[in-house]
Each structure stands twice: as structure tokens, then as C-alpha cells.
């Protein structure tokens, strides 16, 4: 089955402590791209990465980091943690994104809370 | 930045009344795109409409595009009580060589039997 998935889906932690939220996909996509979705605020763009090797700041990048070694593989990192972050995160894929008018697929989203 | 802005924030219906949704955004774009968020759960892909298209149909949805008032449309027909969710659009627009998928605070839509 076509999926993207993501670990854990539920965590509580604590601030500073350092986290890593892991996605893969299995449709051998390009493209792969970290939301996160806050109330009132929608989906919120925090990293893309175009292919392996090649990764770039969305919107609100700061306090994350991502590498894309792999190509089925796009892990979300969080290097101290802090209440702000506290959010559902979300893990994307598409074919390419190269002027393309393709859809993105989702995971099922990771809920961190940060105490 | 969030481009795309839902219009209502919450919509509630009866089963087998139409339901509509507005979206409104604010540079050019290469496709709009809407997307079903069922309570706890990722993003489903519903429809894609390109920006030299005017309207599109899947099953029980139509979408319509008007660039010259960058704004879209969804409607779902016939809604079921499995409609219940909420509803994005997402505007894909160029940004250098990548394109850039913007969502829009979404439509929570409720439909009871």
C-alpha cells in the first residue's frame, strides 16, 4: 500500500530535550516537505526537499532541522525543544515538485507536546 | 504566509443538503488544489484544478476556478454524514524552480443525519 508514515504519532516531552519525528514513503517520491498545523493557523510549511541532498527552508523553519539522505526517508528534528513547537506535524510527498501540478500525499501526523 | 483564506470557518448542514465552500487567494498560481482532513488524521488529496481551467468534477465535488478574482469554490452534492470533516484549499505557485503549496486555514464542515 501507497503510504507515508509516520513515528511516533503521539509524544510528551520535555523542553531542550532533543527529539527526532521520522517519515518515509514507499512511492520511490522526489518530493518531500514537514508541516506543521496549528489552530487558527492552517498548515504551516517548515522544510521541503526537492531530492536527496537537496533540502530548503519553508516558512517557519527555525528551532528544525531535516536531512534527506535517502530518498524514502525525510526525519524532522527538533534540537532543544520548546513550548512553542508544541504542535501536530505533518510529513508530505509527492512525485516531483519541479513545475508540477501534482497532488501531495500525507501521513497521519505526529502530535508533540512540549512541557 | 498563509494565501489561501476559507470562507465560512464552519459550516453545518443536514444530509443530502449541498454544501459550499469558499476560497480566496492572492498571487498567481500554477493549480488550486482542495484537500479532506478527517479529525485526527493526515491530508487527503480530493481534487486539483489547474489555473487555465474554469471548473472541474469528481464524483460528488465541483470546483471552480475564477483567476480573475483568485478565488475557487468547492461544492460537495448530496452530502453524507461521512462528509464531516474539515476542508483546505492549497494553492500551488511558483517559487524559482519548485512550486510551493500554501494551505489556507480550512472549513470545518459538519453534516448530520
Known amino acids: 500500500e501507497a503510504q507515508v508514515t509516520q513515528n511516533p504519532r503521539y509524544l510528551i516531552t520535555v523542553t531542550g530535550k532533543k527529539l527526532t519525528v521520522t517519515c518515509s514513503q514507499n512511492?520511490?517520491?522526489?518530493?518531500m516537505s514537514w508541516y506543521r498545523q496549528d489552530p487558527g493557523l492552517g498548515l504551516r510549511q517548515i522544510y521541503y526537499?526537492?531530492?536527496?541532498?537537496?533540502?530548503d527552508k519553508g516558512d517557519v523553519p527555525e528551532g528544525y532541522k531535516v536531512s534527506r539522505k535517502e530518498k524514502r526517508n525525510f526525519p524532522l528534528i527538533l534540537e532543544s525543544p520548546s513550548p512553542n513547537q508544541t504542535s501536530l506535524y505533518f510529513c508530505?510527498?509527492?512525485?516531483?515538485?519541479?513545475?508540477?501540478?501534482?497532488?501531495?500525499?500525507f501521513g497521519d501526523g505526529t502530535r508533540l507536546s512540549i512541557l | 504566509s498563509q494565501q489561501g483564506e476559507e470562507d465560512p470557518q464552519a459550516l453545518s448542514i443536514q444530509e443530502g443538503e449541498n454544501a459550499t465552500m469558499n476560497c480566496s487567494y492572492k498571487?498567481?498560481?500554477?493549480?488550486l488544489q482542495w484537500y479532506r482532513q478527517n479529525s485526527g488524521r493526515g491530508l487527503v488529496h480530493l481534487i486539483l484544478?489547474?489555473?487555465?481551467?474554469r471548473e472541474k468534477h469528481s464524483g460528488r465535488l465541483r470546483v471552480t476556478l475564477d483567476t480573475s478574482k483568485k478565488s475557487s469554490s468547492l461544492l460537495i452534492t448530496a452530502s453524507r454524514a461521512a462528509d464531516t470533516a474539515s476542508y483546505f484549499c492549497?494553492?500551488?505557485?511558483?517559487?524559482?524552480?519548485?512550486?510551493?503549496?500554501?494551505f489556507g486555514t480550512g472549513t470545518r464542515l459538519q453534516v448530520t443525519l
Open positions: 498571487t498567481s498560481i500554477n493549480n
Open positions: 526537499s526537492m531530492n536527496v541532498e537537496v533540502t
Open positions: 512511492m520511490n517520491h522526489e518530493y
Open positions: 484544478i489547474r489555473s487555465n481551467e
Open positions: 508530505a510527498s509527492s512525485p516531483r515538485q519541479t513545475y508540477s501540478n501534482q497532488p501531495q500525499h
Open positions: 492549497a494553492t500551488d505557485s511558483r517559487a524559482g524552480t519548485a512550486s510551493k503549496l500554501t
